[in-house]
């Protein structure tokens, strides 16, 4: 489901649209606006009021910026400068996970308990599983960095290269032997407890009944941004429709804010990455 924002409706609507078996265009324009705040007390989020344009690399404009107050780097400064909603999250259960996107491509991070499948699930991780729970978030990202030491696993993964493995044809099930791996690793060299859940899969909650068919052709770079045919899916924040014999990609982190033209009929992709891209000498 995309989340989308009505901002010619008074309040802004919000709204999500599914994605998958629908014929549509999508195109967007450069002028972006905000997303919105979140409320770190209820978890909800939130349109923004103001239905500010916003420029630079913020996806927020400061009043909701404010008003959300999380800082992601919250171990690198002192509690107290942090909000005092970021202060009351920081100590609410959280969890330390991997995440798996290829056979050999894993992630570890760390989310509030109950936003774990939320979280993984905008990430796009393919598989996923638990392997501490923690009484605050202190506890979890020093669970976080021992591992990212230990097993040599990034705390992020860049959405092109997300898209990149996407691309690849691979078993997912080898996805789930990696993480196993890896969980057996971290219990016996950083001493966590074992706990025995199960790998996590996304699969239908991504694609339904659909499947991918690599290669993929990235649209991306496309520009101005734009992408048409019939809804495959949606792995984290990259959208995937079927064009005639191919499937097409676009990472939506490019154009997050950005105003949305949505037309319920496909028209042909005519901007082809191939023809754009310049020659080498
Ligand atoms: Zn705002």
Redesign the pocket.
């Known amino acids: 489901m995309l989340q989308l924002d009505d901002i010619s409706a008074t309040p802004t609507r919000r709204y999500f649209r599914p994605v998958r078996g629908k014929p549509c265009t999508f195109s967007w324009r450069a002028t972006r606006y905000?997303?919105?705040?979140r409320d770190l007390d209820t978890r909800t989020s939130v349109p923004?009021?103001?239905?500010?344009e916003?420029t630079g690399k913020s996806d927020?404009?400061?009043?909701?910026?404010q008003?959300t107050g999380f800082n992601p780097s919250f171990y690198n400064v002192e509690r107290l400068s942090l909000s005092p909603q970021q202060q009351r999250y920081n100590m609410s259960k959280h969890v330390v996970y991997l995440a798996g996107f290829s056979p050999d491509t894993a992630k570890v991070g760390i989310t509030s308990e109950g936003r774990t499948l939320g979280r993984l699930r905008e990430q796009g991780a393919r598989r996923a599983v638990v392997v501490a729970h923690t009484s605050d978030a202190y506890e979890a990202r020093a669970h976080e960095e021992a591992i990212h030491q230990w097993l040599y696993l990034p705390e992020t993964i860049r959405s092109a290269r997300k898209l990149a493995l996407l691309s690849e044809r691979f078993d997912l099930a080898a996805v789930s032997g990696l993480l196993e791996t890896l969980r057996e690793r971290a219990q016996r060299e950083l001493e966590l407890p074992p706990l025995g859940q199960p790998i996590l899969c996304f699969n239908a909650d991504y694609l339904g009944d659909n499947v991918i068919e690599p290669p993929l052709v990235d649209l991306t770079e496309v520009s101005p941004p734009m992408i048409s045919g019939v809804g495959v899916g949606l792995v984290g924040d990259i959208l995937i429709m079927r064009e005639s014999d191919r499937q097409l990609a676009l990472s939506l982190k490019t154009v997050i804010g950005c105003a949305v033209e949505i037309l319920e009929h496909v028209r042909p992709n005519v901007a082809r990455p191939a023809q754009q891209m310049g020659f080498s000498f």
């Not at 905000?34 to 705040?37: A, F, I, K, L």
């Open positions: 905000c997303t919105g705040y923004c009021p103001h239905k500010a916003v927020l404009c400061w009043s909701c910026d008003r």
